[in-house]
T-cell receptor, first 114, second 110 residues
Framework: GAGVSQSPSNKVTEKGKDVELRCDPISGHTALYWYRQSLGQGLEFLIYFQGNSAPDKSGLPSDRFSAERTGGSVSTLTIQRTQQEDSAVYLC????????????FGPGTRLLVL | QQQVKQSPQSLIVQKGGIPIINCAYENTAFDYFPWYQQFPGKGPALLIAIRPDVSEKKEGRFTISFNKSAKQFSLHIMDSQPGDSATYFCAASYGQNFVFGPGTRLSVLP
């Protein structure tokens, strides 16, 4: 079946602009994660959604970052007033229930802020 | 306490060699330890995982060794192939919390 998809695959924007990144998880997966991967670095946790529960936003680096998940499926990560240090690959992952289940990652969105 | 340390940062081996990647953690609440493999331009994919009630798990050419008392675990790749060239991430988890190591870039020379 279809895996996790993300769009756009690449995004170039100017400093100060807002960007929206989209994630379509695997159908039926209730858990959804967003991570940030800077060049040559590991995965930095951003936010976690589980079903209809309030999201775990503990990893969001600043109030310029927000995310929502509509209808328990598609998720959008929004970065307002982008800064050059926001340049990274943003990865989305989904799993069946979230607790130590295998996470299936999308291909990521490569964001470059000029 | 949430950090997972990983070494080496990069590794080069000849085909057929046995690369070993090591990870260490502090938080004893972690009870699930997966390894992910990432090829350039792709998202990470689960390779193999272990829970602390066993000291070793083998799947094909990939083996995890786990030392609970030392809070360390490692990945061994037997008979490595050029197709194994990728970045490998260890992770530690409890509940829905996942903490990833910084990654090891492995190159297997033909």
């Amino acid at each position: 079946g279809a895996g996790v998809s993300q769009s756009p695959s690449n995004k170039v924007t100017e400093k100060g602009k807002d960007v929206e990144l989209r994630c379509d998880p695997i159908s039926g997966h209730t858990a959804l994660y967003w991570y940030r991967q800077s060049l040559g670095q590991g995965l930095e946790f951003l936010i976690y959604f589980q079903g209809n529960s309030a999201p775990d936003k503990s990893g969001l680096p600043s109030d310029r970052f927000s995310a929502e998940r509509t209808g328990g499926s598609v998720s959008t990560l929004t970065i307002q007033r982008t800064q050059q240090e926001d340049s990274a690959v943003y990865l989305c992952a989904s799993s069946q229930s979230g607790t130590q289940e295998t996470q299936y990652f999308g291909p990521g969105t490569r964001l470059l802020v000029l | 306490q949430q950090q997972v340390k990983q070494s080496p940062q990069s590794l080069i081996v000849q085909k057929g060699g046995i690369p070993i990647i090591n990870c260490a953690y502090e938080n004893t609440a972690f009870d699930y330890f997966p390894w992910y493999q990432q090829f350039p331009g792709k998202g990470p994919a689960l390779l193999i995982a272990i829970r602390p009630d066993v000291s070793e798990k083998k799947e094909g050419r990939f083996t995890i060794s786990f030392n609970k008392s030392a809070k360390q675990f490692s990945l061994h790749i037997m008979d490595s192939q050029p197709g194994d060239s990728a970045t490998y991430f260890c992770a530690a988890s409890y509940g829905q919390n996942f903490v990833f190591g910084p990654g090891t870039r492995l190159s297997v020379l033909p």
